[in-house]
């Protein structure tokens, strides 16, 4: 049986799409099978993040509403065999899905996949039921501002009411040389008010930029640094225990740490 | 921020009533009421209210009045409470409980109605109590809690705290760290602190001479340990 993981934040354009495709890379490079399924319907990304635009057939939403099967719809990954992406529906909206047919689906996935990794849409709406009705886990990204920490701390709470506890918080484009300067939340004034555990700080880098263009995730470019963060934090996700990169941040965060992913 | 002398508003275990001086003018009547309901008036959305005003009788025109006032507000006039019905302070109605309102008050004592939220309250989560609300957790930035009564949290406060939120001078609102966003007992509103200053220790507020006053909460063992 696999696992369902769902990446979520609350507030948009903080990194979930660029999280899903890395994570869901860098689990793919390490051997297991994966697929990622775009929820972000209307707003589809992921396949452009991924370079699989042009291969896209069917759809979610074709699935869901039975007009064809899922393995007519999954897309194989360029780089490896063992990745997949089911796309987001582009022409229609949010409600074409429903959580329970989100339910069947991740179900149905767990039989064919070590790691299902959900994409989120932004806001609390119907997109966000849609895309943690099946989850195991969650991951919530957040960048190191207020308003983006006021909503991941909302999401949290909703995870948390429906039955999705101990979410792992990653912080996107942390600029260490802002944090030096004491211009930039602090990592632990985060997770002081979030009070869960950190599974990875990503930094700022034009890398991730490059990438997206290119549609290579930067999971699996060497020289990239927000590729190393991702590489880690796909260890992370797999029960490992691997120190945060050295990028300046305040010490005492490792101990807060804690249980990073028990795995199966 | 004035304080309003002549109308109170004040849960009791038959719902809420509201007392208007007899002595005053109408029209002051009127102002400080408008004013005192938009204050509490996400609490009391929807209740039925009964007014006591002594032996004061009011025209019908004044009645007419003081219905459209609590109805703006989404308030229901449900009736006029007699001397007999209502507790007047100093009046020895009920003995008994008055005087051991008054024993426990002295001791720094408080009775009533408690709600006990086990948990910490994230953005976007409000809890509204007819009570005092205890929070065993925290209140982050974007939550709030509206008591009748007092709050105290045991983790730190960052949320919004409206205590004693239908008038009650007397409600404090206290935590293991005071940050509110914004702080507000009865009448009174004030903002969180612009400095941050960690390791301040457990902090109470309430009212002193009409103005809204932090202090130190009064417990030594605590004080000095780092969280
Ligand atoms: N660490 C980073 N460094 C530099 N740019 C980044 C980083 N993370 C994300 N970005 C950029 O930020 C933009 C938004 O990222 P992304 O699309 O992953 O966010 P999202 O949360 O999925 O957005 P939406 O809510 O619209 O779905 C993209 O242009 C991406 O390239
Ligand atoms: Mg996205």
Redo the contacts with the bound molecule.
């Keep these: 049986m696999g696992e369902v993981i769902v ?1 979520t ?1 609350g ?11 890395n994570i869901g890379t860098g689990l793919a490079a390490a051997g297991h099978k994966v697929v990622l399924v775009d929820t ?1 319907i209307g ?1 589809r ?2 396949d452009v ?1 991924m370079g699989l635009e042009n291969r896209i057939v069917y759809d979610l939403v074709d699935v869901t509403s039975g007009n064809c099967r899922l393995k007519q719809a999954l897309i194989k990954d360029k780089r490896f065999p063992n990745l997949f992406l089911l796309p987001a529906a582009q022409t229609k909206d949010k409600t074409a899905v429903n959580p329970e047919q989100m339910r069947l689906l991740a179900a149905e996935l767990k039989e064919e996949f070590d790691y299902a990794i959900i ?5 609390i709406e119907q997109g966000f039921r849609n895309a943690i009705a099946g989850a195991d886990r969650a991951i919530v ?1 957040c ?1 190191p501002e207020v308003s983006a920490v006021r909503d991941a701390d909302r999401i949290i709470g909703l995870l948390e009411a429906a039955e999705l506890r101990n979410p792992k918080l990653i912080i ?3 600029r260490p040389a802002m944090v030096k300067r004491g211009d930039m939340m602090d990592i632990t004034d985060i997770l002081d008010i979030l009070a869960v555990d950190l599974i990875g700080v ?8 490059i ?3 290119r549609g290579e995730p ?1 999971v699996m470019d060497q020289a990239s640094q ?1 590729g190393e ?1 991702y590489r880690r934090i796909t260890s992370r996700i797999q029960g490992e225990e691997v120190p945060l990169m050295n990028l300046d941040v305040p010490k005492g965060i490792m101990e807060r740490m804690k249980s990073l992913f028990g795995l199966r | 921020m004035t304080r309003a002398e002549h109308v109170a508003l004040k849960g009791t275990r038959e719902g809420l009533v509201l007392y208007l001086d007899p002595t005053a003018d109408f029209e002051v009547l009127m102002k400080e009421l408008d004013k005192l309901l938009k204050d509490s008036v996400q609490f009391l959305q929807g209740a039925s209210v009964r007014c006591y005003a002594g032996q004061k009788e009011y025209t019908e025109d004044e009645h007419a009045r003081l219905e459209t006032v609590l109805r703006e507000q989404h308030l229901e006039l449900a009736g006029w409470l007699t001397s007999e019905e209502v507790y007047v302070p100093g009046k020895s109605q009920s003995q008994t409980t008055e005087d051991k309102e008054t024993r426990l008050g002295e001791e720094g004592m408080m009775e009533g109605s408690c709600l006990f939220v086990e948990r910490t309250l994230r953005s976007g989560k409000s809890v509204q109590f007819d009570g005092h609300v205890v929070v065993l957790g925290d209140v982050n930035p974007g939550a709030e809690i509206i008591a009748t009564g007092n709050i105290a949290v045991l983790g730190s406060l960052r949320g919004v705290a409206h205590a004693g939120a239908t008038g009650e001078r007397n409600a404090t609102v206290s935590a293991y760290y005071l940050a509110p966003t914004q702080l507000r007992i009865a009448d009174l509103v004030t903002r969180g602190p612009e400095d941050e200053a960690d390791g301040r220790g457990p902090e109470i507020a309430r009212i002193k001479d009409d103005q809204l006053i932090v202090e130190a909460a009064g417990m030594n063992g605590w004080r000095g340990k780092a969280r």
């Design positions: 990446v934040s507030k948009g354009g903080v990194g979930k799409t660029t999280t899903s495709a972000d707003l990304n992921l993040v994409d989120c849409p932004a806001g990204v960048t996107n484009r942390i990503v930094p700022e880098d034009e890398s991730i930029v990438s997206t263009n930067a927000a963060a």
